[in-house]
């Protein structure tokens, strides 16, 4: 019996795994309409507040019996200087109940928990047994990494290529809010990118393996005070943000050869994206509740020490 705690920038979540089924429970921090993000003191205070309803609800799910391990997310990455304040609560409610359970607590990082979660959410975790590439999608990270298995930490993800300037998650939520969206915007961007006909011809701008995202903004916003469907601009963005990931896909392949790719991180979630690659590639794209923040990833992450 395994629990794991994560609380990202926008996201309270909790996770049980009894080393076969998951069962999670999270919840959306609050962003006021209109705005674009939360400071980390907001998403601290939220996060305090959310906690302790999740994981009541879970206990009521979920038989515990003995807890055998648990994990929490410390840090956006497992890299030297990682650090954001709103890890610092799930991390404190871990220690807590590791503490009062006499159960074993392991540390590591969002990142990490992404990863898992989607290789668990597509039924392949025996990747973690040799190198793959997988992308990081979020707000926060646009990243491509190269993962190696790791004694200490499950798994090790090194970046090979990331985005110089605006995250994939900025573009999209950047652009959902200049449309009237709530925040976080992915969904129903994506609807609406669905719901165009228009076709686009895109050059991503690249430098090297990596790529630059900071004009599809400045695009969207002109296409706005041009008074453009709002639809065709959602298609834009998003088609402009798919072209740059296969740019990077390619060049990643030809340099490191065919290993198996996993998309991980809200971001991915997206339809086009998924049509667009998946086929291609033979990608694996983590399911919608998994690509999201979630504790699913730090839940297997203790099972996975644990052995």
Same mark, same amino acid.
């Given at each position: 019996?395994? !629990?794991?705690?994560?609380?990202?920038?926008?996201?309270?979540?909790?996770?049980?795994?009894?080393? +076969?089924?998951?069962?999670?429970?999270?919840?959306?921090?609050?962003?006021?309409?209109?705005?674009?993000? !939360?400071?980390?003191?907001?998403?601290? /205070?939220?996060?305090?507040?959310?906690?302790?309803?999740?994981?009541?609800?879970?206990?009521?799910?979920?038989?515990?019996?003995?807890?055998?391990?648990?994990?929490?997310?410390?840090?956006?990455?497992?890299?030297?200087?990682?650090?954001?304040?709103? /890890?610092?609560?799930?991390?404190?409610?871990?220690?807590?109940?590791?503490?009062?359970?006499?159960?074993? =607590? #392991?540390?590591?990082?969002?990142?990490?928990?992404?990863?898992?979660?989607?290789?668990?959410?597509?039924?392949?975790?025996?990747?973690?047994?040799?190198? /793959?590439?997988?992308?990081?999608?979020?707000?926060?990270?646009?990243?491509?990494?190269?993962?190696?298995?790791?004694?200490?930490?499950?798994?090790?993800?090194?970046?090979?290529?990331?985005?110089?300037?605006?995250?994939?998650?900025?573009?999209?939520?950047?652009?959902?809010?200049?449309?009237?969206?709530?925040?976080?915007?992915?969904?129903?961007?994506?609807?609406?990118?669905?719901?165009?006909?228009?076709?686009? +011809?895109?050059?991503?701008?690249?430098?090297?393996?990596?790529?630059?995202?900071?004009?599809?903004?400045?695009?969207?916003? !002109?296409?706005?005070?041009?008074?453009?469907?709002?639809?065709?601009?959602?298609?834009?963005?998003? $088609?402009?943000?798919?072209?740059?990931?296969?740019?990077?896909?390619?060049?990643?392949?030809?340099? #490191?050869?065919?290993?198996?790719?996993?998309?991980?991180?809200?971001? $991915?979630?997206?339809?086009?994206?998924?049509?667009?690659?998946? +086929?291609?590639?033979?990608?694996? /794209?983590?399911?919608?509740?998994?690509?999201?923040?979630?504790?699913?990833?730090?839940?297997?992450?203790?099972? =996975? +020490?644990?052995?």
């Amino acid at each position: 019996m395994f !629990l794991g705690f994560d609380t990202s920038n926008y996201t309270t979540s909790v996770a049980f795994f009894d080393g +076969k089924a998951v069962v999670q429970k999270k919840k959306l921090l609050e962003v006021k309409q209109g705005e674009r993000g !939360l400071r980390q003191s907001d998403a601290v /205070f939220q996060h305090t507040v959310h906690m302790p309803a999740l994981a009541a609800s879970l206990a009521e799910e979920c038989d515990f019996g003995r807890i055998d391990g648990i994990a929490v997310s410390t840090r956006p990455r497992n890299i030297e200087g990682s650090y954001m304040p709103c /890890f610092l609560v799930g991390e404190s409610i871990a220690a807590a109940v590791s503490a009062f359970c006499g159960a074993p =607590l #392991y540390k590591t990082s969002h990142q990490v928990g992404h990863i898992l979660a989607a290789l668990y959410s597509v039924g392949v975790p025996e990747l973690i047994h040799s190198p /793959f590439v997988a992308f990081h999608l979020s707000g926060g990270t646009t990243e491509a990494l190269l993962v190696t298995p790791d004694k200490e930490e499950i798994i090790q993800a090194k970046r090979i290529a990331e985005s110089l300037d605006l995250k994939a998650g900025q573009a999209v939520d950047r652009t959902g809010v200049m449309l009237g969206l709530k925040f976080p915007c992915g969904a129903e961007l994506d609807k609406m990118a669905q719901a165009s006909g228009r076709e686009f +011809k895109i050059k991503p701008s690249m430098k090297g393996l990596d790529c630059s995202l900071s004009g599809v903004e400045n695009k969207a916003r !002109l296409m706005l005070q041009q008074k453009e469907n709002h639809n065709d601009i959602a298609k834009f963005v998003i $088609s402009y943000l798919a072209e740059a990931i296969e740019k990077m896909t390619a060049g990643i392949i030809k340099e #490191y050869g065919n290993l198996p790719i996993v998309f991980a991180g809200g971001v $991915s979630g997206n339809s086009m994206l998924q049509n667009k690659l998946g +086929k291609k590639y033979g990608a694996y /794209f983590a399911k919608p509740e998994y690509s999201c923040d979630n504790a699913a990833g730090v839940a297997v992450y203790a099972y =996975l +020490k644990s052995l």
